[in-house]
């Protein structure tokens, strides 16, 4: 489970009501963190821990305590002052009767014989941009082994952004629970290894967390995909209209097709001009066609054959005030993507409410939303329920840690490689996430199984073929390898 810090805070609350004391959850943080620099430097190399005044320092003085317990020399930097609470003031009175020295700033001579450095200075409630004495503390030892207590400093555990000085870990020993922000970058290339340490918050507690976010996974995705009985025919696997391509990208329609046919529709009818039909059907003969240049409009009862209509992939961007003004009047479901989306700015009207699938990158859902693509950026988990629940629909938000939301549940994917990054991968998206749809899945489902097994094929494609050699078309090849 990924938790927000409001979520993160429930659960402490609910861990405390439990019997399990708001000091007792400190002391497992800071073993834990203790335990995890031990398995992995027996060599016992020189510590030292940089304590913030909230309770991600009181975790460090109880770490560094248990560090000295067990033979090592430990040594502790306060920048930010005087603990302020009562648990962290405890844990800081412990390790100074123990005789562990703390320094108020990093002098020279401290930093002189560190090697590992823990980062404890803000904790997953912080906000903004470090400044002042922490500032300047994090600046003297960037050179360092750095070991993050529960999140590099600076670093937002509900939306992924860091400040300016946030310094990437070689190791994150987090405290309960993942956090939501740990999914998405550039936060998450800043963790290194991640731990996820016990404090002995119960399983009940976990319950009760209203609309979780959970990481998607491969076997989970698999196990939804429609049953192929031994005795079914094509029509059982759906009829999928893809209304795609365009005179100069008619690779987009092709790209498209194919996947849809891979991963499993049992019929996919392509509807564009001659020039991309000529183009679909020489890689994909299986594919039936629709020219619109003999019949371009969508008269009454055109949708009524199709299970799903995928719309946008290599279209152009369209003027929906004039053209293809009967398009959504279907009432299976549509997949949009690409300039189907670009072309429904300023007509979010016309979605079908309750029955579609958006596809957005960063910058088509920013223009969806009226905003610019770093503000979707600052924040994707909330871009993509503002958009799904904006016109009703479920949103994939893709790029590195896609987001798929229908506005309250959430699920986040970290599968997936920089090779994908390549025109066309969104089309091979587009593609498998109407295949999915035109065999009768549920939409949230069919976006979430898509989303995974088209980044685990990637990720295929990434190791039989290298990151930079590879093209979206591997990627629908890959498929035979994750597809169940």
């Known amino acids: 489970m990924l938790v927000t810090p409001e979520q993160m805070k429930f659960l402490e609350e609910q861990t405390d009501a439990s019997g399990v004391s708001y000091g007792e959850m400190m002391e497992r943080a800071g073993?834990?963190?203790?335990?995890?620099?031990?398995e992995r430097m027996p060599e016992k190399p020189h510590v030292l821990f940089l304590a913030g005044s909230g309770n991600n320092g009181g975790d460090c003085y109880v770490a560094a305590y248990h560090l000295q317990q067990a033979g090592w020399t430990p040594e502790i930097v306060a920048p930010?002052?005087?603990?302020?609470?009562?648990?962290?003031?405890?844990?800081?009175?412990?390790?100074?009767?123990?005789?562990?020295?703390?320094?108020?700033?990093?002098?020279?001579?401290?930093l002189t014989t560190a090697a590992v450095v823990v980062d404890g200075l803000y904790g997953t409630g912080f906000h903004g941009e470090i400044g002042g004495a922490a500032k300047e503390t994090l600046k003297a030892v960037s050179d360092k082994y750095i070991v993050a207590c529960d999140v590099p400093s600076g670093g937002s555990c509900l939306t992924g952004q860091v400040s300016e000085m946030t310094l990437p870990a070689s190791l994150t020993v987090t405290f309960g629970a993942e956090k939501l922000g740990m999914s998405q970058y550039p936060l998450r290339e800043m963790l290194g290894e991640l731990v996820i340490a016990d404090i002995g918050i119960p399983e009940a507690a976990f319950s009760m967390i209203e609309d979780p976010v959970e990481r998607l996974t491969l076997p989970e995705m698999q196990a939804l995909l429609p049953e192929r009985r031994p005795d079914a025919y094509k029509n059982v696997f759906g009829h999928l209209l893809a209304v795609v391509g365009s005179e100069n990208m008619r690779g987009a329609a092709v790209l498209a097709v194919e996947a849809a046919m891979r991963a499993g529709t049992g019929l996919v009818t392509c509807a564009s001009c001659k020039d991309v039909l000529t183009a679909?059907?020489?890689?994909?003969?299986?594919?039936?066609?629709?020219?619109?240049?003999?019949?371009?409009?969508?008269?009454?009862?055109?949708?009524?054959?199709?299970?799903?209509?995928?719309?946008?992939?290599?279209?152009?961007?369209?003027?929906?005030?004039?053209?293809?003004p009967d398009l959504f009047t279907g009432n299976c479901p549509y997949i949009i993507d690409a300039d189907g989306l670009n072309s429904l700015v300023g007509h979010i009207d016309l979605i079908p409410k309750g029955h579609c699938i958006?596809?957005?990158?960063?910058g088509e859902a920013a223009r969806l939303l009226g905003l610019s693509p770093a503000e979707v950026q600052a924040d994707r988990p909330a871009a993509a329920k503002l958009l799904a629940k904006h016109t009703g629909s479920v949103v994939v938000l893709k790029g590195a840690g896609t987001i798929v939301t229908d506005?309250?549940?959430?699920?986040?994917?970290?599968?997936?490689?920089?090779?994908?990054?390549?025109?066309?991968?969104?089309?091979?998206?587009?593609?498998?996430?109407?295949?999915?749809?035109?065999?009768?899945?549920?939409?949230?489902?069919?976006?979430?199984?898509?989303v995974t097994l088209h980044a685990a094929a990637g990720d295929v494609a990434a190791e039989e073929l290298g990151q930079r050699f590879m093209l979206p078309q591997d990627i629908i090849l890959a498929l035979q390898e994750v597809l169940v």
């Open 31 to 38: 073993k834990a963190l203790a335990a995890a620099i031990m």
């Open 80 to 110: 930010c002052g005087e603990p302020e609470t009562y648990i962290a003031r405890a844990a800081r009175d412990r390790a100074q009767r123990e005789g562990i020295p703390i320094y108020p700033e990093a002098y020279p001579f401290v």
């Open 280 to 324: 679909v059907v020489n890689a994909i003969p299986e594919a039936l066609l629709f020219d619109t240049d003999e019949e371009h409009e969508y008269s009454t009862g055109a949708f009524d054959p199709f299970n799903a209509v995928l719309f946008g992939c290599g279209v152009g961007r369209m003027d929906l005030d004039k053209e293809e």
């Open 358 to 362: 958006l596809t957005p990158h960063p």
């Open 407 to 450: 506005g309250r549940r959430m699920r986040v994917c970290n599968l997936g490689n920089p090779g994908m990054a390549k025109a066309g991968s969104g089309d091979v998206l587009a593609g498998i996430t109407a295949s999915f749809a035109a065999q009768g899945m549920d939409l949230y489902d069919a976006a979430c199984a898509a």
